[in-house]
C-alpha cells in the first residue's frame, strides 16, 4: 500500500523473468481528515463515494452509475441505529427508471430497496418493512443468534442452539424440524431430518478419519493430512488417492480404475497444465498479474484473452479468426457485445438491474422491476407485456403470459409450491412429505398422480390411472431396474454399471440387449454390441481432443468417419463401404457465428443457408429445399411466400390456407382448411399433453403417457395401437398391434441415434448431423435410405424407406405429421410447439418457439430449462465475467438455459449462446449453502439442479463435468447430498465445487443459516466474513475459504483437490 496524503493505493508489484519490477494499481481509498473513507478509485478511475453525518455514521453511497443509497438513524436506548434506507437516482426517479411505477399497482415505496426499522418492545426484537409493505419480525438473542423469525405472511420460524451457541434444531414456517448433535469439540455427531432420517459422524482423531453413515447405512472414510485430503474410500470400499506439489497444490488423483489425472503449475502457482484420466491436456498461460491470457483446451482449440485497466474481460480471440469483444460499463456490466460476425447487441442497466437489450437485428426487450429489484414485467419486440405478481414473501403468486393466459400460485408455511390454478379454472394440488418431496399431484378433475420414494429419498415408482413405473436402485441411488406398465403392456429395462458409473450393459425384456466397453478414465465407449434379430456390433475411434474420429461395424464392412473443427463440429462425415468404399459424403461449412452456411452431399448436391444477425435462417436452397423467411417480431419464422398472421405470444393464426386456433391455456385447440385432410381439432390432458387428435374426416388417433410425460401408447381408431418403451429419455423401442417392431440404440447423451432395426432386420448404422438430426441409414448390404428435412422439420426429400426421428429427440407421427418431444408436440408446418413451455418466461421468451437454427441447436425434450436462480444479483453477475476469464471456451450459466436455442437470458449476460452438440463441460453459478443453492425466490437441492440439467438436454455421463461455482457446493447439507454429489448423481456427470475443510467445526458453516431467516441464507451482511467452505471465483480458479475446491463423482466419492485455499 502507498500513502500519498489521503490517498492509499494498493498496488500490485511483480517481478518478470527479466528481472524488471512491473506493477498495477488496483484500488485507492481516499480518507479525509476526520478519518472517514469518502472515495473509492478503481483501477479504471471509476469512483464511488461515501457520505457520512457528525457522528461518523454513513448517510449516503453513491454509486458511478448516478444511484445513490441513503441511511438515516435515531437513538434507541442509548444506542444510533439505522432506521431507514432506500436506494435513490440522483436528478431522477429511480423506481420509474426501473419501471416500477408502469407494472399496474401502486407503489409506496420511497426507492429502491427501501426499508424500515423498528427495535423493541424487546432487548433483541426487531421489526423491519421492507419496500413492498412487507412486515419481517425477529427475535434474537445474547449471541446476537436469530431465536425466530416471523415471515410477513405469518409464519413463524424457529431456531434453538447450545451453550456455545451452535445450531440444534431448526423449525421452519411449515412446522418441519430439523435437530443435530455435536461432540464437546463441536464437532456434528448426528443429524435428524424432518422426515427421520439420520446421518452419523464418527472423527477418528489418531488416524485422521472421519467415517460417515448415511440414512441408508451407506459408510464411507475420508484420510486427511492436516487440512488436505489425502484418500477417500466410497460405500463400496473404493480408494481414490490425492497427492500434492511442495506448496500444497493439488499435482497427482488416482483414481480406484487405476487412472491418473495430473496438474502442474507455474512459478505463481497458476495451473499451466492439466492431464485428464484419457490423456487429453488443457494447457494455460497467465500473465504476470495472475490473469489467463492463453488458454488451449483439450479439444485443441486455442484461446487469447484481452482486458481493459480493471481487470475486465473485453476480449476473446478465437480459433478461425473469429472474435468477441465487449464494452464494459462504468459498474462493470455488459453495454455492448460484438460476437464473432461482427453483429451488436446493446444493454442497458439501472441500479444493476438490465432494463433494455437490443439484438442484432433491431429488437428491443425491456423489463421492469419492483421496489425489491424483482423482474414484475417483461415487453417483447411486438410490445406484448409478461407480467408476475409476488407475495409478501417473494414467491410469485400470479403471472401472466406474452400470450395473456393467466395462472396462479399457492405456497405452504415452508414456502413450497403446493397449488396451481390455470387460466381455464381448473387446479393442480400438490402433496408433499416431510421432506417436501411430490408425493401426489391432484387435478380438479378427479385424476391423481402418485409417487413413492425409497429411504435415501430416492423416486422407486409413480403411477397415475393405469400407468404405473417403477424403479430399483443400488446403494448409490443408480437405476438397476425400471418396470413400465400400461394396461397389457409392460416393459423391463436391466442396468449394469462399472466402478466408475458408466454403463456396461442394458437389458430390454422384450428380448434384446446392448453391451459396452468403455476407455478408463473419462468411460467414452470403445465398443457397443446390440443383440437382437441379428446381433450388430460397433467399435468407435477418438482423437486425443476425445472427439469421435470413427464409427465402424466389427460384423463386417461399413463405417462413418467423422472429421470435425477445433469446436468439435462437423466438417467432414464420410459412410464407408467395403474397402473403406465411399458410399457418402457431406461435407459442412459453418458460418462464423455459429450456424451451418452450406452443407454438400456427394450425391444429393448441397444446400446453402442465408442467414440474419441472429443466426437464424432467412433462405435455405437445396437438397429438397427452396424456403425463404422472415420472423415475427416474436421470432417466429414466416414464410415470405405465403399470407401468414402472427397473433400474440408469437402464435400463428393464419398460415397459408389453414386458420389456426388456440384456447385459452394457449395450446393449439385446431387448424381448420377448406381439406379436411389438413383440418385437426386437439385435446389435452391435465398436463397440457395432447391426448387426442381428430382430423376433418373424423378419423383420429389417441395416446397414453406416464407420470413423466413420455408417451406410452398411441391408438387409432381402427383399433391399430402402438406402445413405446422408454430408457431413461429416450424412445428405444416401439411396438404395433400389427406386429411392426422398431428398436433404437442411442450415444450415451440419449438423443442422438446410433443403431435402428425394424421388424427383425439387421440393424442400420445413422448418421446424423451436428444437431444429432439423421439424415442417412445405412444397411449391412450398404444400402442407402436418405432424408433430409426443411428449415423446421418437415421432410424436403427422402429415398428408401428412412426411420421416424427427426430433429434431436423427434419422432414423426405420420398420421397427424406432428413431431413428439418428450414432454410437447411440435408443429413443423407451423415452426411452433403445440403448448407452451411447462417451465415458463424463465427459460424462454417465446413459451411456443422452436430453436432458431436447427442445423446447430437442438431441443430434444421440448424445454428448455433455467439452471440457476440469482438472475439479478450483482455479486453472481460478476463471479460470471470472472469465470469467462477462466472458461472461455466453456458455457458459463447464471440464470440461463442450458444446452438450448440460445435464450434471450443468455444474451442478456453477454455470454456466448452458440452450443456446441458435443459439449461435455457446463459451469453453474449461483449462491449455495451446504446442501442447497438459490433457485429463484427460494433454494434448489443438487438433485433438483441435476434434474434440470438433465431435462435440458445436458448430456452428462462419463467425461462430461459441471462446475458448481457456489459456496459450499461441494460440503454435504444438513441431512443432504452436497450440491454436487446431487448434480453428479443425477446427471451421471463428475461435478466439481468448494468444499469446507473437514477439520472444520461444520457449525461454523451452518449456523450462518440461523442467523437470518433460512431462505434468506445468500443475504451477506456489510464487511460479511468469508466462512468456511464459502468461495468465489478468481482470475487463477476458486478461492475457497478453509477448504478446497474439490471433484465429486456421481457416487459421491470426493476426486481431487484443485488450488490452494
Same mark, same amino acid.
Given at each position: 500500500?502507498?500513502?500519498?496524503?489521503?490517498?492509499?493505493?494498493?498496488?500490485?508489484?511483480?517481478?518478470?523473468?527479466?528481472?524488471?519490477?512491473?506493477?498495477?494499481?488496483?484500488?485507492?481509498?481516499?480518507?479525509?481528515?476526520?478519518?472517514?473513507?469518502?472515495?473509492?478509485?478503481?483501477?479504471?478511475?471509476?469512483?464511488?463515494?461515501?457520505?457520512?453525518?457528525?457522528?461518523?455514521?454513513?448517510?449516503?453511497?453513491?454509486?458511478?452509475?448516478?444511484?445513490?443509497?441513503?441511511?438515516?438513524?435515531?437513538?434507541?436506548?442509548?444506542?444510533?441505529?439505522?432506521?431507514?434506507?432506500?436506494?435513490?437516482?440522483?436528478?431522477?426517479?429511480?423506481?420509474?427508471?426501473?419501471?416500477?411505477?408502469?407494472?399496474?399497482?401502486?407503489?409506496?415505496?420511497?426507492?429502491?430497496?427501501?426499508?424500515?426499522?423498528?427495535?423493541?418492545?424487546?432487548?433483541?426484537?426487531?421489526?423491519?418493512?421492507?419496500?413492498?409493505?412487507?412486515?419481517?419480525?425477529?427475535?434474537?438473542?445474547?449471541?446476537?443468534?436469530?431465536?425466530?423469525?416471523?415471515?410477513?405472511?405469518?409464519?413463524?420460524?424457529?431456531?434453538?442452539?447450545?451453550?456455545?451457541?451452535?445450531?440444534?434444531?431448526?423449525?421452519?414456517?411449515? !412446522?418441519?424440524?430439523? /435437530?443435530?448433535? %455435536? $461432540? @464437546?469439540? *463441536? +464437532?456434528?455427531?448426528?443429524?435428524?431430518? =424432518?422426515? &427421520? #432420517?439420520?446421518?452419523?459422524?464418527?472423527?477418528?482423531?489418531?488416524?485422521?478419519?472421519?467415517?460417515?453413515?448415511?440414512?441408508?447405512?451407506?459408510?464411507?472414510?475420508?484420510?486427511?493430512?492436516?487440512?488436505?485430503?489425502?484418500?477417500?474410500?466410497?460405500?463400496?470400499?473404493?480408494?481414490?488417492?490425492?497427492?500434492?506439489?511442495?506448496?500444497?497444490?493439488?499435482?497427482?488423483?488416482?483414481?480406484?480404475?487405476?487412472?491418473?489425472?495430473?496438474?502442474?503449475?507455474?512459478?505463481?502457482?497458476?495451473?499451466?497444465?492439466?492431464?485428464?484420466?484419457? !490423456?487429453?491436456?488443457? /494447457?494455460?498461460? %497467465? $500473465? @504476470?498479474? *495472475? +490473469?489467463?491470457?492463453?488458454?488451449?483446451? =483439450?479439444? &485443441? #482449440?486455442?484461446?487469447?484473452?484481452?482486458?481493459?485497466?480493471?481487470?475486465?474481460?473485453?476480449?476473446?480471440?478465437?480459433?478461425?479468426?473469429?472474435?468477441?469483444?465487449?464494452?464494459?460499463?462504468?459498474?462493470?456490466?455488459?453495454?455492448?457485445?460484438?460476437?464473432?460476425?461482427?453483429?451488436?447487441?446493446?444493454?442497458?442497466?439501472?441500479?444493476?438491474?438490465?432494463?433494455?437489450?437490443?439484438?442484432?437485428?433491431?429488437?428491443?426487450?425491456?423489463?421492469?422491476?419492483?421496489?425489491?429489484?424483482?423482474?414484475?414485467?417483461?415487453?417483447?419486440?411486438? !410490445?406484448?407485456?409478461?407480467?408476475?405478481?409476488? $407475495?409478501?414473501? *417473494?414467491?410469485?403468486?400470479?403471472?401472466?403470459?406474452?400470450? &395473456?393466459?393467466?395462472?396462479?400460485?399457492?405456497?405452504?408455511?415452508?414456502?413450497?409450491?403446493?397449488?396451481?390454478?390455470?387460466?381455464?379454472?381448473?387446479?393442480?394440488?400438490?402433496?408433499?412429505?416431510?421432506?417436501?418431496?411430490?408425493?401426489?399431484?391432484?387435478?380438479?378433475?378427479?385424476?391423481?398422480?402418485?409417487?413413492?420414494?425409497?429411504?435415501?429419498?430416492?423416486?422407486?415408482?409413480?403411477?397415475?390411472?393405469?400407468?404405473?413405473?417403477?424403479?430399483?436402485?443400488?446403494?448409490?441411488?443408480?437405476?438397476?431396474?425400471?418396470?413400465?406398465?400400461? !394396461?397389457?403392456?409392460?416393459?423391463?429395462?436391466?442396468?449394469?454399471?462399472?466402478?466408475?458409473?458408466?454403463?456396461?450393459?442394458?437389458?430390454?425384456?422384450?428380448?434384446?440387449?446392448?453391451?459396452?466397453?468403455?476407455?478408463?478414465?473419462?468411460?467414452?465407449?470403445?465398443?457397443?454390441?446390440?443383440?437382437?434379430?441379428?446381433?450388430?456390433?460397433?467399435?468407435?475411434?477418438?482423437?486425443?481432443?476425445?472427439?469421435?474420429?470413427?464409427?465402424?461395424?466389427?460384423?463386417?464392412?461399413?463405417?462413418?468417419?467423422?472429421?470435425?473443427?477445433?469446436?468439435?463440429?462437423?466438417?467432414?462425415?464420410?459412410?464407408?463401404?467395403?474397402?473403406?468404399?465411399?458410399?457418402?459424403?457431406?461435407?459442412?461449412?459453418?458460418?462464423?457465428?455459429?450456424?451451418?452456411?452450406?452443407?454438400?452431399?456427394?450425391?444429393?448436391?448441397?444446400?446453402?443457408?442465408?442467414?440474419?444477425?441472429?443466426?437464424?435462417?432467412?433462405?435455405?436452397?437445396?437438397?429438397?429445399?427452396?424456403?425463404?423467411?422472415?420472423?415475427?417480431?416474436?421470432?417466429?419464422?414466416?414464410?415470405?411466400?405465403?399470407?401468414?398472421?402472427?397473433?400474440?405470444?408469437?402464435?400463428?393464426?393464419?398460415?397459408?390456407?389453414?386458420?389456426?386456433?388456440?384456447?385459452?391455456?394457449?395450446?393449439?385447440?385446431?387448424?381448420?382448411?377448406?381439406?379436411?385432410?389438413?383440418?385437426?381439432?386437439?385435446?389435452?390432458?391435465?398436463?397440457?399433453?395432447?391426448?387426442?387428435?381428430?382430423?376433418?374426416?373424423?378419423?383420429?388417433?389417441?395416446?397414453?403417457?406416464?407420470?413423466?410425460?413420455?408417451?406410452?401408447?398411441?391408438?387409432?381408431?381402427?383399433?391399430?395401437?402402438?406402445?413405446?418403451?422408454?430408457?431413461?429419455?429416450?424412445?428405444?423401442?416401439?411396438?404395433?398391434?400389427?406386429?411392426?417392431?422398431?428398436?433404437?440404440?442411442?450415444?450415451?447423451?440419449?438423443?442422438?441415434?446410433?443403431?435402428?432395426?425394424?421388424?427383425?432386420?439387421?440393424?442400420?448404422?445413422?448418421?446424423?448431423?451436428?444437431?444429432?438430426?439423421?439424415?442417412?441409414?445405412?444397411?449391412?448390404?450398404?444400402?442407402?435410405?436418405?432424408?433430409?428435412?426443411?428449415?423446421?422439420?418437415?421432410?424436403?426429400?427422402?429415398?428408401?424407406?428412412?426411420?421416424?426421428?427427426?430433429?434431436?429427440?423427434?419422432?414423426?407421427?405420420?398420421?397427424?405429421?406432428?413431431?413428439?418431444?418428450?414432454?410437447?408436440?411440435?408443429?413443423?408446418?407451423?415452426?411452433?410447439?403445440?403448448?407452451?413451455?411447462?417451465?415458463?418466461?424463465?427459460?424462454?421468451?417465446?413459451?411456443?418457439?422452436?430453436?432458431?437454427?436447427?442445423?446447430?441447436?437442438?431441443?430434444?425434450?421440448?424445454?428448455?430449462?433455467?439452471?440457476?436462480?440469482?438472475?439479478?444479483?450483482?455479486?453472481?453477475?460478476?463471479?460470471?465475467?470472472?469465470?469467462?476469464?477462466?472458461?472461455?471456451?466453456?458455457?458459463?450459466?447464471?440464470?440461463?438455459?442450458?444446452?438450448?436455442?440460445?435464450?434471450?437470458?443468455?444474451?442478456?449476460?453477454?455470454?456466448?449462446?452458440?452450443?456446441?452438440?458435443?459439449?461435455?463441460?457446463?459451469?453453474?453459478?449461483?449462491?449455495?449453502?451446504?446442501?442447497?443453492?438459490?433457485?429463484?425466490?427460494?433454494?434448489?437441492?443438487?438433485?433438483?439442479?441435476?434434474?434440470m440439467l438433465k431435462n435440458a438436454g445436458f448430456q452428462g455421463g462419463p467425461g462430461a463435468v459441471v462446475d458448481v461455482s457456489a459456496c459450499n457446493a461441494a460440503t454435504p447439507g444438513a441431512g443432504q447430498k452436497s450440491i454436487a454429489h446431487g448434480i453428479a448423481s443425477s446427471t451421471g456427470a463428475n461435478a466439481n465445487g468448494a468444499m469446507r475443510d473437514p477439520s472444520v467445526d461444520p457449525n461454523q458453516v451452518h449456523n450462518y443459516q440461523g442467523k437470518k431467516p433460512a431462505w434468506k441464507f445468500w443475504g451477506k451482511p456489510p464487511q460479511y466474513p468469508y466462512r468456511p467452505g464459502e468461495m468465489c471465483p478468481t482470475p487463477k480458479g476458486p478461492f475457497v475459504h478453509q477448504g478446497y475446491y474439490v471433484g465429486v463423482t456421481p457416487s459421491g466419492s470426493v476426486t481431487g483437490v484443485s488450488f490452494k485455499p
Amino acid at each position: 500500500m502507498r500513502r500519498d496524503g489521503p490517498y492509499r493505493s494498493w498496488i500490485q508489484s511483480v517481478v518478470g523473468e527479466d528481472g524488471k519490477t512491473y506493477e498495477r494499481r488496483l484500488v485507492t481509498y481516499e480518507i479525509d481528515a476526520r478519518g472517514d473513507l469518502v472515495r473509492v478509485i478503481d483501477a479504471g478511475g471509476v469512483e464511488t463515494s461515501y457520505a457520512y453525518d457528525e457522528q461518523h455514521y454513513l448517510v449516503s453511497e453513491s454509486l458511478p452509475d448516478g444511484t445513490v443509497y441513503r441511511f438515516l438513524y435515531a437513538d434507541h436506548a442509548g444506542q444510533r441505529r439505522c432506521v431507514e434506507t432506500w436506494g435513490e437516482l440522483r436528478g431522477g426517479d429511480l423506481l420509474d427508471a426501473l419501471g416500477a411505477r408502469s407494472a399496474g399497482s401502486p407503489v409506496q415505496a420511497r426507492g429502491l430497496f427501501h426499508a424500515r426499522f423498528d427495535y423493541g418492545p424487546g432487548p433483541f426484537e426487531t421489526r423491519m418493512i421492507d419496500a413492498t409493505g412487507g412486515t419481517h419480525r425477529y427475535r434474537g438473542n445474547a449471541l446476537g443468534l436469530v431465536e425466530e423469525y416471523v415471515d410477513p405472511r405469518g409464519y413463524c420460524w424457529t431456531y434453538r442452539y447450545d451453550g456455545a451457541g451452535r445450531l440444534i434444531s431448526m423449525s421452519d414456517g411449515g !412446522g418441519r424440524v430439523e /435437530r443435530r448433535s %455435536f $461432540d @464437546l469439540h *463441536g +464437532r456434528m455427531l448426528g443429524l435428524t431430518r =424432518p422426515d &427421520g #432420517a439420520r446421518w452419523a459422524w464418527k472423527q477418528d482423531d489418531e488416524q485422521s478419519k472421519v467415517v460417515s453413515v448415511d440414512a441408508a447405512g451407506k459408510r464411507e472414510i475420508e484420510t486427511t493430512c492436516g487440512t488436505r485430503t489425502v484418500e477417500h474410500q466410497d460405500a463400496r470400499g473404493r480408494i481414490t488417492r490425492f497427492a500434492y506439489d511442495a506448496h500444497g497444490l493439488l499435482r497427482d488423483i488416482a483414481y480406484p480404475d487405476g487412472t491418473v489425472e495430473t496438474r502442474s503449475y507455474d512459478a505463481h502457482g497458476n495451473i499451466s497444465e492439466h492431464i485428464f484420466e484419457d !490423456g487429453s491436456r488443457a /494447457r494455460y498461460t %497467465f $500473465d @504476470l498479474f *495472475g +490473469r489467463p491470457v492463453r488458454i488451449r483446451t =483439450p479439444r &485443441g #482449440a486455442e484461446y487469447e484473452l484481452g482486458y481493459d485497466s480493471r481487470g475486465d474481460l473485453v476480449f476473446i480471440a478465437e480459433p478461425g479468426d473469429k472474435a468477441t469483444e465487449f464494452r464494459i460499463g462504468p459498474t462493470r456490466l455488459i453495454e455492448a457485445m460484438r460476437d464473432p460476425s461482427g453483429e451488436m447487441t446493446r444493454y442497458r442497466h439501472v441500479a444493476g438491474a438490465l432494463v433494455e437489450c437490443v439484438r442484432a437485428d433491431g429488437t428491443r426487450y425491456a423489463f421492469g422491476y419492483d421496489a425489491l429489484r424483482r423482474l414484475v414485467w417483461i415487453e417483447n419486440p411486438a !410490445g406484448e407485456r409478461y407480467q408476475r405478481t409476488y $407475495d409478501a414473501v *417473494g414467491n410469485i403468486v400470479r403471472e401472466t403470459s406474452f400470450a &395473456g393466459v393467466t395462472t396462479e400460485y399457492a405456497y405452504d408455511g415452508s414456502r413450497q409450491l403446493v397449488s396451481v390454478t390455470r387460466a381455464d379454472g381448473t387446479w393442480i394440488h400438490l402433496l408433499r412429505d416431510a421432506e417436501g418431496r411430490i408425493v401426489a399431484r391432484e387435478h380438479s378433475t378427479g385424476l391423481v398422480e402418485r409417487f413413492t420414494y425409497g429411504a435415501g429419498g430416492a423416486l422407486t415408482a409413480a403411477e397415475s390411472q393405469d400407468v404405473r413405473v417403477q424403479f430399483e436402485r443400488d446403494e448409490d441411488g443408480r437405476i438397476l431396474r425400471e418396470i413400465q406398465e400400461a !394396461g397389457g403392456w409392460r416393459f423391463e429395462i436391466g442396468t449394469e454399471y462399472d466402478d466408475n458409473g458408466g454403463v456396461l450393459g442394458k437389458s430390454y425384456s422384450t428380448g434384446w440387449n446392448v453391451s459396452f466397453i468403455r476407455r478408463p478414465g473419462d468411460g467414452a465407449p470403445l465398443a457397443l454390441r446390440a443383440v437382437a434379430t441379428t446381433p450388430e456390433e460397433l467399435r468407435f475411434e477418438y482423437d486425443d481432443r476425445g472427439v469421435e474420429t470413427l464409427r465402424q461395424r466389427a460384423t463386417g464392412p461399413g463405417a462413418i468417419a467423422t472429421e470435425s473443427d477445433a469446436y468439435g463440429l462437423p466438417t467432414r462425415v464420410s459412410v464407408l463401404g467395403e474397402d473403406e468404399a465411399m458410399l457418402r459424403e457431406r461435407r459442412y461449412e459453418w458460418a462464423v457465428g455459429g450456424p451451418l452456411r452450406r452443407v454438400v452431399d456427394t450425391h444429393a448436391g448441397q444446400r446453402r443457408y442465408e442467414l440474419d444477425p441472429l443466426g437464424r435462417p432467412l433462405a435455405a436452397e437445396g437438397l429438397g429445399s427452396a424456403e425463404h423467411f422472415r420472423y415475427a417480431p416474436h421470432g417466429t419464422p414466416v414464410p415470405r411466400a405465403q399470407p401468414w398472421a402472427i397473433g400474440r405470444g408469437g402464435r400463428p393464426t393464419n398460415a397459408g390456407d389453414v386458420r389456426v386456433a388456440w384456447d385459452v391455456l394457449g395450446r393449439l385447440a385446431a387448424q381448420n382448411s377448406p381439406d379436411p385432410l389438413r383440418t385437426w381439432a386437439y385435446t389435452y390432458d391435465e398436463n397440457d399433453r395432447l391426448i387426442e387428435a381428430r382430423r376433418g374426416d373424423g378419423r383420429s388417433v389417441r395416446y397414453l403417457y406416464d407420470p413423466f410425460g413420455r408417451r406410452l401408447a398411441e391408438t387409432y381408431d381402427d383399433g391399430e395401437s402402438t406402445w413405446f418403451g422408454w430408457d431413461i429419455d429416450s424412445p428405444v423401442e416401439e411396438r404395433s398391434t400389427k406386429g411392426g417392431v422398431v428398436r433404437r440404440v442411442f450415444r450415451d447423451d440419449g438423443y442422438v441415434p446410433l443403431l435402428e432395426a425394424e421388424d427383425g432386420r439387421a440393424f442400420r448404422m445413422i448418421a446424423t448431423d451436428a444437431a444429432g438430426t439423421p439424415w442417412l441409414y445405412v444397411d449391412p448390404s450398404h444400402r442407402c435410405d436418405e432424408i433430409d428435412l426443411s428449415a423446421w422439420g418437415t421432410v424436403a426429400r427422402q429415398s428408401g424407406q428412412p426411420g421416424g426421428l427427426r430433429f434431436a429427440g423427434q419422432r414423426e407421427d405420420a398420421f397427424t405429421g406432428l413431431h413428439y418431444n418428450h414432454h410437447r408436440h411440435y408443429a413443423p408446418t407451423l415452426h411452433v410447439f403445440l403448448t407452451p413451455d411447462p417451465l415458463g418466461i424463465d427459460v424462454t421468451l417465446n413459451d411456443v418457439g422452436f430453436v432458431p437454427n436447427v442445423t446447430l441447436y437442438i431441443d430434444p425434450l421440448g424445454l428448455t430449462t433455467i439452471v440457476v436462480g440469482a438472475p439479478h444479483d450483482p455479486t453472481i453477475k460478476s463471479h460470471a465475467k470472472l469465470l469467462r476469464k477462466q472458461y472461455p471456451g466453456a458455457k458459463v450459466i447464471s440464470s440461463d438455459q442450458l444446452g438450448k436455442p440460445p435464450s434471450l437470458w443468455q444474451k442478456l449476460r453477454g455470454k456466448n449462446n452458440k452450443i456446441d452438440p458435443n459439449e461435455n463441460h457446463v459451469v453453474v453459478t449461483t449462491h449455495g449453502a451446504p446442501g442447497s443453492a438459490q433457485w429463484g425466490n427460494g433454494s434448489a437441492s443438487g438433485e433438483q439442479i441435476g434434474d434440470m440439467l438433465k431435462n435440458a438436454g445436458f448430456q452428462g455421463g462419463p467425461g462430461a463435468v459441471v462446475d458448481v461455482s457456489a459456496c459450499n457446493a461441494a460440503t454435504p447439507g444438513a441431512g443432504q447430498k452436497s450440491i454436487a454429489h446431487g448434480i453428479a448423481s443425477s446427471t451421471g456427470a463428475n461435478a466439481n465445487g468448494a468444499m469446507r475443510d473437514p477439520s472444520v467445526d461444520p457449525n461454523q458453516v451452518h449456523n450462518y443459516q440461523g442467523k437470518k431467516p433460512a431462505w434468506k441464507f445468500w443475504g451477506k451482511p456489510p464487511q460479511y466474513p468469508y466462512r468456511p467452505g464459502e468461495m468465489c471465483p478468481t482470475p487463477k480458479g476458486p478461492f475457497v475459504h478453509q477448504g478446497y475446491y474439490v471433484g465429486v463423482t456421481p457416487s459421491g466419492s470426493v476426486t481431487g483437490v484443485s488450488f490452494k485455499p
